[in-house]
């Protein structure tokens, strides 16, 4: 069984710097590329834009020595549209993981902290794009809105009622290796904003495998997800076409529409984050400290058992 953890490489609260002026009252910020329009809401003129390429699948990064758009998983020999575990090679070997609307069925992780390892049919599999086996890999299934929040910079609500254990959206980007998740945060400044999420999976006994994900310069909507130490999306990583996972966010709860999304972005879900992750202390001392040169970030989530800090990971500058 894998167990996954997650880690924001650096403390950031999502407010984007003037980068572009534009018109974005009723812009597609996907440009097409997803099937369903990702709307961008604009309320003032406080907030301008950022500058980065839409991509809604990750994208191969310096450093990352497999291409996430590759086919390196083997495929099922199904001759029906549908997939089902008495005959499926896919579920046989990883087991079934959404039941026969898409929905999650391990929602353990949501409590425990863990999660089970999500394998879906891939580029290879006979079965059609109707089989329940082919959830992430569809995109977006419900209407997201960028919009300005009040004190967090750019913010994503969903504009219809989602239910529990639904897929929301992926955290794409850039694929990277530990090194270059390492110059790029030696490299900011403190007024910047970060986006590297990292991923530890262990499979065993001295089997640890390390995602880094940075949307920062290539990204889809994910990128605009705050914080919350009271997150509504748990992330999942799941596994499409290549054995680089996808960090899939799915939903912990029902949602509402006009609901901001957020998750932790260390990884917990209701304020349990992974024990290997560095305490996020409310301790006045620390919250005024820097930290290797990193300074803490306040977190302005609002929940009743906020920590007052956004999560923060050294290990990648160890």
């Known amino acids: 069984m894998y167990i996954c953890l997650w880690s924001v490489c650096s403390a950031g609260v999502l407010m984007e710097t003037p980068d572009m002026n534009i018109n974005i009252d009723s812009l597609d910020l996907s440009n097409g590329l997803e099937s369903v329009p990702v709307l961008i809401k604009k309320s003032s003129g406080a907030l301008t834009f950022p500058v980065f390429q839409y991509s809604p699948d990750n994208i191969q990064g310096p450093g990352c020595t497999v291409d996430p758009s590759e086919v390196t998983l083997p495929g099922c020999s199904c001759i029906s549209h549908l997939c ?7 579920l046989q070997t990883h087991g079934q993981a959404y039941n026969s609307t898409g929905t999650l069925l391990n929602l353990s992780r949501t409590h425990s902290g863990y999660c089970s390892p999500v394998f879906e049919c891939n580029a290879l ?8 086996n082919r959830v992430v890999q569809g995109g977006l299934r419900f209407r997201l809105e960028v919009f300005s929040t009040k004190n967090r ?3 994503v609500r969903t504009l219809e009622a989602i239910p529990h254990g639904t897929f929301v959206c992926e955290y794409a980007g850039e694929v990277i290796s530990f090194e270059e998740a390492r110059r790029r945060q030696l490299a900011q400044r403190s007024e910047e904003n970060n986006y590297i999420i990292a991923v530890r999976e262990h499979a065993g006994v001295d089997s640890i495998t390390e995602t880094f994900v940075d949307p920062a310069m290539a990204g889809n909507v994910g990128r605009f997800l705050n914080h919350s ?4 999306l748990f992330m999942q990583p799941v596994r499409v076409h290549s054995v680089v996972p996808r960090l899939a966010l799915f939903a912990g709860r029902n949602i509402d529409a006009q609901e901001e ?11 349990q984050p992974p ?3 560095l305490s996020t202390q409310s301790d006045a001392a620390i919250q005024a400290s820097r930290t290797d040169g990193l300074q803490r970030k306040e977190c302005r989530c609002g929940g009743n058992n906020c920590v007052q800090l956004l999560p923060l990971d050294l290990s990648i500058l160890n």
Request: hydrophobic share 20%; glycine share 12%.
């Open 261 to 271: 999304l957020t998750f932790d972005y260390s990884g917990g879900y209701s304020n």
């Open 275 to 277: 024990v290997e992750l």
């Open 125 to 132: 599999c006979p079965c059609s794009d109707f089989c329940s």
């Open 229 to 232: 130490c009271q997150p509504n």
């Open 84 to 90: 089902f575990t008495e005959s499926c090679s896919c």
């Open 153 to 155: 910079g750019w913010g």
